[in-house]
């Protein structure tokens, strides 16, 4: 079964999911991130899911795997481009996502990751002075 | 029927024609115009013209496959009608006014056999009475696709989208809610904010006068939907009377923003978008027109 | 009512699960079924079809096109696996026998404007959900 991609830009994973993935795919996928978080210092995880169509309570849970296994390595999760339709079907579900950052495009994952990483440079530029 | 009957519809087809268009041009159901009268003579021509070719010694069941390219017609007569603003009355004058003309050409045939006469007519009679329900049927029928069709629109006309800021949407909630309305301002809202790509969306119910708790239920899962999405919602306009409310049913607002009036709810999401307020910041809904609410709102309805 | 279309599919192996979604995008374009309504049905179809790869192992879903006063979608998902010892419980949010979230039945119930549940030890389960096209 093919992989999912994930590209490596900087110091950021970016992962986007174009459509139905099978569930060994997403199992994979989780593998993926957490072998490459531990490898290698990435300092965030953006998943593009503009294009997905459907998360049901299992994508969702390994969306929250994704978000749990960076915050153990030191990376913050991003899921960009959630649907409107995808969005209330897991309200209804009563799925979470506690320690899921979202943006309502990749754009603005990529804005939000330029601007904490660029406060952080300020801020230790002026613990140092 | 008798073959006869059929007979003497063909052979006085001009004449029944004649006197049908002379009927209808002066029933003042029609706004009549000369222009017309070319169309309408070929709408009853066509029409004439498939009666008498349904109508056997044999046919007088109006439930008979013969009779379906007819009842399309009938259909289609009174859906233009329809469209024309005529009621649902005047459509089906066009069928009954073809009723009296046919009886007079049958008391004239069978003057002398009573029998026959009644007969003939009784069939007839039935025949067009049933076309003729067809004609209100269609009325009823598109009508309440009509009422059906301006009960949506009124749906979304009552919830505008208001742009009140680049980056933040406004929608006020006004009047009761039932669970309808909230799930539909819940899909435009989100619709929205995922058309727009606005960060920020405020949900005024200054405007609601009792709110109880599946539509506090359903405006607390448009802010998390929203969050989902990577939108922020404020709920704004929380009269004491709906604090209090919401102390009473013991609903929990979880994470959702919530401010006491329009201008704080402002204040707060003009730092989320990280800008800070300006002078000229529009009016709440003031600047934004009927047109305006319109497109935003049609653009996002599916 | 009538039963527009329907059609029979296996639920044994993880492709099955986007043949069954295929097939409900489908239906849902032929009646016109709002996204959010089509999102939703597509959600509690896979909730359901994955309890039968995880738990039946294999079993099958029949999927019909309604029309009633309104049209609608109607899935039945049958299996003879070891069914459920309490529906009750099992319809409650977050209980699961396997460690996972729990939310597939009540999640699915909560979607669709339809829900049945039948489930008898040793016998199956089979499930039944609807959406109407209002
Ligand atoms: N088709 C089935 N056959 C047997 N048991 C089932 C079936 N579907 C659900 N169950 C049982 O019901 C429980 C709850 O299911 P669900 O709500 O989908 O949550 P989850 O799959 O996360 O455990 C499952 O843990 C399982 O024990
Ligand atoms: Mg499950």
């Known amino acids: ?104 495009s990749l754009e603005k994952a990529i804005q939000f990751f330029n601007e904490k990483f660029n406060r952080e440079t300020d801020q230790d530029g002026s613990s140092q002075e | 029927m008798k073959s006869a009957t059929v007979d003497l519809i063909k052979r006085d087809e001009q004449k029944i024609l004649d006197e049908w268009l002379n009927v209808l041009k002066q029933s003042n159901i029609y706004n009549f115009q000369i222009s017309d009268e070319p169309e309408l003579y070929n709408e009853i021509k066509n029409f004439l013209t498939e009666l008498s070719d ?111 800021w680049d980056g933040i949407l406004g929608v006020p909630i006004i009047g009761t809610i039932d669970s309808v309305r909230a799930q539909q301002i819940m899909d435009t809202l989100l619709n929205a904010i995922n058309d727009t790509g606005f960060d920020v969306a405020i949900i005024d119910i200054s405007g609601v006068s009792t709110l109880d708790t599946v539509t506090a239920q359903h405006i607390l899962k448009t802010a998390a939907a929203a969050k989902l999405m990577g939108a922020t919602c404020i709920i704004s306009g929380i009269s004491p009377n709906i604090a209090q409310t919401i102390i009473n049913l013991d609903i929990d607002l979880g994470q959702t923003i919530t401010k006491g009036s329009m201008s704080e709810a402002i204040k707060t ?34 | 009512m009538e039963v527009l279309k329907s059609k029979t599919l296996k639920i044994s192996e993880e492709k099955d699960l986007l043949n069954i979604r295929g097939l409900i995008r489908e239906y849902a374009g032929e009646i016109g079924l709002p996204e ?13 079809a994955r309890n039968v790869l995880k738990y039946a192992v294999s079993g099958r ?45 009540p999640g699915a119930k909560s979607l669709v404007h339809v829900f049945h549940i039948d489930s008898k030890l040793s016998v199956g389960t089979r499930v039944r959900l609807i959406v109407w096209r209002k």
């Not at chain 1, 992962?15 to 993935?21: A, E, F, K, L, M």
């Not at chain 1, 990435?42 to 296994?69: E, Q």
């Not at chain 2, 002078?279 to 003031?286: A, C, D, H, S, V």
């Not at chain 3, 029309?67 to 049958?78: A, H, L, P, Q």
């Open chain 3, 61 to 105: 879903m029949t999927i019909r096109i309604l029309s009633d006063i309104y049209k609608g979608i109607e899935v039945i998902c049958e299996d003879n696996g070891k069914g459920i010892a309490d529906v009750d419980s099992a319809m409650k949010k977050g209980f699961s026998t396997s460690g996972s979230l729990g939310l597939g039945l």
């Open chain 3, 36 to 48: 959010i309504y089509k999102v939703k049905l597509l959600t509690a179809t896979s909730e359901i």
């Open chain 2, 54 to 164: 349904v109508l056997t010694p044999n046919t007088f069941d109006v439930n008979s496959p013969e009779f379906i390219p007819l009842k399309k017609m009938v259909v289609e007569i009174a859906q233009k009608n329809t469209a024309l603003g005529f009621s649902a009355k005047e459509s089906a004058l066009y069928i009954f006014s073809l009723k009296n003309i046919l009886f007079n050409l049958l008391l004239e045939e069978y003057e002398n056999d009573a029998l026959v006469l009644v007969k003939e007519i009784k069939i007839l009679s039935k025949i067009i009475d049933e076309l003729g329900t067809i004609i209100f049927d269609t009325f009823v029928a598109d009508r309440e696709e009509i009422i059906k069709r301006q009960r949506q629109e009124l749906l979304e006309a009552s919830t505008p989208i208001i742009n009140i």
């Open chain 2, 269 to 302: 999401a003009l730092e989320i978008i990280g800008r800070k307020t300006k002078k000229n910041i529009l009016e709440y809904g003031k600047n934004t027109s009927a047109e305006d609410r319109k497109s935003i709102v049609n653009l996002n309805t599916d």
């Open chain 1, 1 to 104: 079964m093919e992989k999912i991609p994930v590209l490596k830009i900087g110091n950021l994973l970016l992962i986007s999911i174009q459509t139905d993935i099978y569930d060994s795919q997403g199992l994979q996928l989780q593998d993926d991130i957490a072998n490459l978080l531990q490898r290698h210092s990435f300092r965030g995880v953006i998943l593009d899911i503009s294009s997905l169509s459907i998360v049901d309570s299992f994508m969702g849970k390994i969306i929250n795997n994704i978000a749990s296994i960076s915050l153990v390595m030191g990376a913050e999760t991003v899921v960009s481009g959630m649907q409107p339709a995808v969005a209330i079907t897991l309200v209804e579900l009563g799925l979470e996502m506690p320690n899921v950052k979202t943006t309502l």
